[in-house]
């Protein structure tokens, strides 16, 4: 199969009565074990209806939600013709599996697990191919001598056929696979591979390796919105709830809160704060006791410099959640959907 | 939606109209007509056309397969056919019209003709242009530009150069692909990222047979014989080809100024041709029978009465179907911007028969007319 017919992913769903917001999440597997964790960590915790074979299920606390249970690539498939509003799947599976991922989805925020990259591996035995260039040379001369093009194989046919047109590879053929990719040069089915690899070590358990500049993309699951569903009230709305919990939680864990007393302040003080430490004042201070919200990473430096201007105790803490009036993550679908 | 509907059936009468008068004057000239399945295997032209064509054809197959495309073009569907026949390895002349579809244009019509089996190249070539122009005429097309281009002739001036076997290559698929030629002569980082160095100073006191039967030997050690469809040798070859080329050197000055001069001719054929003629003699790279060819073709043409000044032959032709073997062409109403895609186009492409499994090679010669495009601005 080359990808989605274009008539699929550009008529919006068909949905005619105001539905529920429809929440997409991997069905099995290490993907659904960490797509659950992240909603939970968020508050919000996915209900598989009777039986872990029901796909249909609720989020706890969420009127107006309903989940779906469905493998990675029905996700992306569902997101793409608007029957599904929000859903976890992987990147690679996006720029693969929907002609225009620009028209019909907004990744809204990387989730920090399935991460891979969609890379192109050779037969280690190519000594004298390291690169793309050395590749495309290879290639332009591949026909001459065997009488036939390269053949590469992969399941990413359009991702492949982007990035070969990009390094101007054009005489190759692909052999679309759809498991145990890598073992095709050995068997003799192709002479190369585009695949998804994690650590690189099934790569090189068939002697393969990956190009300098072969990495196509590097995908991690993201939080996906479809811009082709029907959004009604009601879906907004659950759906700016969701993503404040999801928000708040982000925020929560990116940052600490500084906890301490200070006699003497300037705005200089308040300045640097700011511009070295990325330092902001979170409450109004009062008799001298300020509360601090300063990035993670931050934290033990920006507590040593108030030591040294003059704090005697300072405090870090770690928040459940950060709600905010302004949400990053809602403000920025409700842009796309406005027509952004 | 009435109003629509009837202005689509009146460009599709219209289309038809031109598709038939165009088809009437391929019969006048002798060419017999063909017409090619709808349904044909999409592998026949992702192989010979590549990998990019594939997001043009519309793909199908038996149970949701995608083995099938509809028609895409009519020269490969053409040229089997003419293989199939008992006419195979004779001249034949063969006109076709119909639908074919592409993706991103959907359906359009296309006429045009092929002619197989012609020794007397020149003549043939002339013919062709000239037969395609006047069904143009026939079927309602206003006054085109028309350019020319030679891939036999860039190819004998690259052969004169006697370029490193990688420069060469890359020299072909960056004009095939219509490159700047400032990026495709660009002195770059040896390939290889200078990790060959070392072997190649190690190998530096054997002959070039010793290195390679040695890099062979290692990689046989290794078990290696032929891993991913390339041999051992082969490998061995090029790994000592890039080895050898000299980090950030690029073709050499002198070359580099020849094939700029080369490549900066574009001119009326008449014109092109004594340009030609001047950089072989100053710079000892004759043309000889590719240019004598050249000159032919255009007597040919002056013959036919193709007015030659109106034409602008040029170097950097570019020739992204890689089937192209010699004269090629394309022509534009004159009032249709060039982005907007040529509304007849051809050449010669005396390998693909082979390919597509004649014996030999046999001379072929086509041109194409997209009859949608007739009509000037769009």
């Known amino acids: 199969m080359s990808g989605f017919p274009e008539g699929l992913s550009s008529s919006p769903g068909q949905r005619s009565t105001p539905g529920p917001l429809i929440v997409a999440a991997p069905s099995k597997g290490r993907l659904q074990e960490n797509a659950f964790a992240f909603f939970a960590r968020a508050g919000l915790e996915l209900q598989q209806g009777r039986g872990a074979r029901d796909y249909r299920g609720v989020i706890v606390g969420v009127e107006q939600a309903e989940a779906a249970f469905l493998s990675a690539s029905e996700i992306t498939a569902r997101l793409a013709r608007g029957e599904a509003h929000l859903g976890v799947t992987g990147e690679d599976l996006v720029r693969e599996e929907i002609a225009e991922p620009a028209t019909c989805v907004e990744l809204l925020t990387p989730l920090g697990f399935g991460a891979a990259n969609v890379v192109v591996a050779v037969p280690q035995a190519w000594i004298d191919v390291r690169t793309m260039a050395d590749l495309a040379d290879v290639a332009g001369s591949f026909r001459q001598r065997h009488g036939r093009g390269l053949r590469v194989a992969t399941k990413y046919v359009n991702t492949t056929r982007r990035f070969f047109a990009q390094h101007a590879i054009g005489d190759y053929r692909i052999v679309e696979s759809s498991g145990a990719t890598e073992g095709a040069p050995a068997a003799g089915s192709a002479d190369l591979i585009v695949d998804i690899t994690t650590t690189g070590a099934t790569l090189a358990a068939n002697a393969l390796k990956t190009l300098d500049d072969g990495v196509i993309l590097r995908s991690q699951a993201n939080l996906v919105a479809s811009l082709k569903a029907t959004w009604s009230d009601a879906a907004r709305e659950a759906a700016r709830l969701i993503l404040s919990r999801i928000a708040a939680e982000e925020e929560a864990r990116k940052t600490r809160e500084i906890r301490t007393t200070l006699i003497e302040v300037s705005e200089t003080m308040f300045r640097e704060a700011q511009s070295r430490f990325d330092a902001s004042l979170r409450e109004v201070p009062d008799g001298g006791r300020f509360v601090f919200s300063v990035p993670a990473g931050r934290a033990p430096q920006f507590s040593d410099w108030l030591i040294a201007h003059g704090a005697k105790t300072v405090t870090s803490g770690r928040l459940d959640y950060v709600f905010r009036a302004e949400n990053p993550l809602w403000n920025r679908l409700a842009a796309r959907l406005a027509g952004g | ?378």
Request: overall charge negative; charged content about 25%; aromatic content about 8%.
């Open chain 2, 1 to 378: 939606l009435w109003d629509v509907t009837q202005a689509r059936d009146k460009d599709r009468a219209r289309d038809q109209e031109r598709l038939d008068a165009a088809l009437a004057q391929f019969a006048a000239a002798g060419f017999t007509r063909r017409e090619p399945a709808l349904l044909q295997p999409a592998g026949l032209f992702l192989d010979r056309l590549g990998e990019d064509f594939r997001g043009r054809l519309y793909l199908t197959g038996e149970g949701g397969g995608a083995d099938l495309c509809l028609r895409p073009e009519y020269t490969i569907p053409i040229s089997l056919d003419y293989l199939a026949s008992p006419m195979a390895g004779q001249p034949a002349d063969i006109a076709y019209g119909g639908p074919i579809f592409r993706a991103g244009s959907g359906e359009s019509l296309q006429t045009g003709l092929e002619s197989f089996g012609r020794d007397d190249r020149a003549a043939a070539d002339a013919e062709i242009l000239g037969v395609a122009l006047d069904a143009a005429k026939a079927a309602g097309a206003p006054r085109f530009a028309l350019r020319l281009g030679d891939a036999s002739l860039v190819k004998a001036f690259l052969d004169r150069l006697d370029l490193a076997p990688a420069w060469r290559r890359r020299i072909d698929t960056g004009l095939a692909r219509g490159a700047p030629l400032a990026r495709v002569l660009e002195p770059s980082a040896r390939q290889n990222g200078g990790s060959g160095a070392g072997v190649l100073a190690a190998l530096e006191k054997v002959d070039a047979t010793g290195a390679r039967k040695l890099v062979e030997d290692l990689l046989s050690i290794a078990g290696i014989s032929t891993v991913g469809g390339r041999s051992a040798g082969e490998i061995a070859e090029r790994f000592l080809e890039q080895a050898a080329l000299e980090d950030g050197a690029g073709v050499g000055a002198d070359k580099r100024k020849l094939i700029e001069a080369f490549f900066a001719i574009e001119a009326a054929p008449d014109a092109a041709s004594a340009a030609l003629r001047g950089l072989g003699q100053e710079a000892g790279v004759e043309l000889g029978a590719a240019l004598d060819e050249f000159d032919t073709r255009s007597g040919f043409m002056a013959a036919r009465g193709l007015a030659l000044e109106d034409m602008t032959f040029s170097t950097r032709f570019p020739h992204a179907i890689d089937y192209y073997s010699g004269f090629m062409f394309e022509a534009r109403p004159v009032s249709r911007r060039a982005e907007q895609g040529a509304a007849l186009s051809g050449g010669r492409y005396d390998a693909l028969l082979k390919t597509l499994g004649a014996v030999g090679e046999i001379p072929a010669v086509g041109a194409a007319i997209f009859v949608d495009r007739l009509g000037g601005a769009a």
